[in-house]
């Protein structure tokens, strides 16, 4: 199993862009979550889905940060436009719905200049 | 809501030390515990996990973590580091079908 795959794995761009990762769970697992890693914060859990449909979006620092996921195998998390305090690693993790275990992919590091 | 508590932020330890990270969680139901590893510059792997059953649980690479429910407790332990242990260690619960809730991580760091 390739696990979960995110790109791009490092992003550089201006402040006001608009910047998309994605991320590819691991196939057959239902639940999909965005993490998001500072030094200052920690692992702050963003949104995630079950069965493609968002659970729970509280952790979405404001507007400009949307998700989706169209279908079992892709979702996006999208920032515009984006601002340096932005910068940060985004993990996407994948697991089945009920408490099991998450496999993190190997984060895509984000930096607003 | 769920929450996690890791008490020590960061730790140094020569090679052979024994080695115990605290892990505190706050929820009166039903926990599923974890603790994950985060070697510098990679992503966050599994170490162990705790859903029910023996609440001594044995992970990889000689780590061992205790569920204590009297005292809303995971701590991880392995009786004897190596260099290669130095990591960034996060204590995780999930509750119900809620995603996991990660602690602030603790920085290992063993000296050779």
């Known amino acids: 199993d390739a696990g979960v795959i995110q790109s791009p794995r490092h992003e550089v761009t201006e402040m006001g862009q608009e910047v998309t990762l994605r991320c590819k769970p691991i196939?057959?697992?239902?639940?999909l979550f965005w993490y998001r890693q500072t030094m200052m914060r920690g692992l702050e859990l963003l949104i995630y889905?079950?069965?493609?449909?968002?659970?729970?979006d509280s952790g979405m620092p404001e507007d400009r940060f949307s998700a989706k996921m169209p279908n079992a195998s892709f979702s996006t998390l999208k920032i515009q436009p984006s601002e340096p305090r932005d910068s940060a690693v985004y993990f996407c993790?994948?697991?089945?719905?009920?408490?099991?275990?998450?496999?993190f992919g190997q984060g895509t590091r984000l930096t607003v200049v | 809501a769920q929450s996690v508590s890791q008490h020590n932020h960061h730790v140094i330890l020569s090679e052979a030390a024994s080695l115990e990270l605290g892990c505190n969680y706050s929820?009166?139901?039903?926990?599923?515990l974890f603790w994950y590893v985060q070697y510098p510059g990679q992503h966050l792997q599994l170490l162990l996990k705790?859903?029910?059953?023996?609440?001594l649980v044995k992970g990889i690479k000689g780590f061992e973590a205790e569920f204590i429910k009297s005292k809303f407790s995971f701590n991880l332990r392995k009786p004897s580091v190596q260099w290669s242990d130095t990591a960034e260690y996060f204590c995780?619960?999930?509750?119900?079908?809620?995603?996991?809730?990660f602690g602030s991580g603790t920085r290992l760091q063993v000296q050779p």
């Open positions: 995780a619960v999930s509750t119900g079908r809620r995603a996991l809730t």
């Open positions: 196939s057959g697992h239902n639940s």
């Open positions: 929820y009166g139901g039903t926990v599923n």
């Open positions: 889905f079950n069965n493609n449909v968002p659970i729970d």
């Open positions: 705790y859903f029910s059953g023996d609440p």
């Open positions: 993790a994948s697991s089945l719905i009920g408490n099991t275990e998450a496999f």
